[in-house]
Every structure is written in C-alpha cells, then in structure tokens.
C-alpha cells in the first residue's frame, strides 16, 4: 500500500534559550540556521524513514525556504510530484526551546494557506491518508469525504486544534491529539479528556499521545495504554510529527493498533534525543533497535 500525506511545509528557525519567557519577556538565546519542519513534512518524512512509500500534497513559495523545504522530502524519498509552488513566502515557524527541552512554537503558514484537495490527484483503496491542521480545514474535510469515497484509511492530526465539522471527524478512522489538544476538543464536546470518552463522543477512533507518559486509544472496541520510552531529551520538538508519521506506517504495513502504538512511541522517544524536526525523524532500523531492547 502506500501513505499520502496532506499538510504543511514550514522551514523552522530554532532558537535556544535556558528557560522559557513569559509573556512580556525576553529572552536571550542562539538561533541555528532554517530547517525542515511543519507537521505534514515532518510526518511524511517519519512515515518514509520508517520504510513504507509516501507521496506529500502541500504547497511552498519560490523562496530559498521552499528549495530547502523540496529538498529535504526528496532526500527522505518521499515523492513530491503533488508538492505545488504557491505565490508569496513558504511557511515559517520561530520555535523556542528552553535547557529541559521544552518548547513554544509561532507558526507563519505563508503558502500552505494554499494548499488544497485537488492536488492529491487519486487515492487507492487501501492507501492510509494522513492529514494535519496547519492548511485550510475545510481542504482536510474535503479530502476526507473523499478518502472515505475511496476506501483508504483515514488518520487526523488535530493539531494545532481547530474547529472542524463534526461529520468529517466521524467518519476518520483515528484521530491524534495530544494532551493540550485532547482538553481543547474534550471541553468543546462536554465530555472527559480519556480517548475513550472522546471516542464515544465522535464516533470515530481516538488517540492521544501524552508525552512522558505514553499514549492511548480507544478504537472499534480496541482499548489501547501504553508507556512512553525513558530517553535523554535534547529537545521534544517533531516528537508527536514521528508518532504520528511511524504510527500511519505502521498501519499502513497492516500491523494491529497496540503494536503500531508501540512502534510510535519508540519513533517519539528517538526524535527526543536528537535537536530539531525533520532531522531528528528516525530511521526504521533505529526504532528496531529501541523495541528489541526494551
């Protein structure tokens, strides 16, 4: 089968700094040069590391980001042929990362805000479709009401959490969220923040990743816990990017939930030891080094 991911290109600009400011603050750091990042690039790229093939949809600029950002997924092998080039800058994001690995992210969405459905030109049935929230939702919601058309498997990263049509989330096959997201959509709903509870209220499979403390789900009967991988942090950016890329992998290679969950949390803990997004994505034979063990 094969993953086509429809999200994000953004070229990140990493800034360190001890601690994180608060609002009104300044904080002095060092900043490293542009690199690879936004949710959708970063999630094909893990999807690709992890051995299964990946087709990107999502837009750039005719910038020297855009090159950057083209670059980086032909690199990885990810096929771009459905990659536009939109008028105006690629997106960029300025992310803060604090001594403990902590971080805070200002996203600029620059030419994904032009990233649209069509692009993703055919859909196989069986092929697993993931998608992110850093384009135009309502593209997301199209593309879903097509996948589901098609037969493929849906995945939604709820990520940043935004508004979306009620319909189009009933009818994925999993939703991700992590914990800051799963009580934004739990308080929208009126229900707990458990998958479980979250899964009752949709209809549709429920994810969420929690950090240090692993991950959970609740799909088609299935009740899923599991504990995170104890690493050393470099920083967490682009960890819940390798969760999500490895998990649709996984799947994608017919694994069941729980084992396709085991291998996410493995990618997230290994993209924690390294700096930056796309580049701290693992490759297959790392995270079965990680499993085995453990």
Do not use: Y
Request: net charge negative; proline share 7%.
């Amino acid at each position: 089968m094969s993953v086509i991911v429809f999200g994000a290109a953004i070229a990140d600009r990493i800034f360190r700094v001890p601690r994180l400011p608060a609002p009104g603050e300044t904080a002095l750091g060092e900043a490293g040069p542009p690199l690879p990042g936004g949710k959708g690039l970063n999630q094909a790229i893990a999807a690709a590391r992890d051995g299964v093939s990946v087709r990107f949809a999502g837009c750039v600029g005719a910038d020297a980001e855009g090159a950057l950002l083209r670059a980086a997924l032909r690199e990885a092998g990810v096929e771009t042929g459905w990659l536009a080039e939109a008028p105006g800058p690629s997106g960029l994001a300025a992310v803060v990362v604090d001594a403990a690995g902590r971080n805070q992210i200002a996203v600029s969405a620059g030419a994904n805000r032009a990233a649209r459905a069509a692009q993703v030109e055919a859909i196989p049935p069986g092929a697993t479709l993931l998608m992110q929230m850093e384009v135009p939702p309502e593209e997301n919601a199209a593309l879903i009401a097509r996948g589901r058309a098609a037969g493929a498997r849906l995945l939604l990263n709820l990520a940043p959490a935004a508004s979306f049509p009620r319909e189009a989330l009933a009818a994925l096959d999993l939703l991700i969220v992590n914990e800051q997201e799963a009580a934004w959509l739990a308080a929208a709903l009126g229900c707990a923040v458990e998958a479980e509870a979250l899964h009752a209220a949709l209809g549709c499979g429920v994810a969420v990743t929690r950090g240090e403390r692993g991950a959970e789900a609740a799909a088609r009967g299935e009740r899923v816990t599991l504990s995170a991988f104890a690493v050393p942090v470099a920083d967490t950016v682009g960890a819940g990017d390798a969760w999500c890329g490895v998990l649709a992998a996984a799947l994608d290679r017919g694994a069941p939930l729980p084992a396709a969950m085991r291998r996410a949390n493995a990618a997230a803990a290994l993209a924690c030891t390294r700096p930056g997004a796309a580049p701290a994505m693992p490759r297959a034979a790392e995270i079965e080094a990680l499993l085995a063990g453990r």
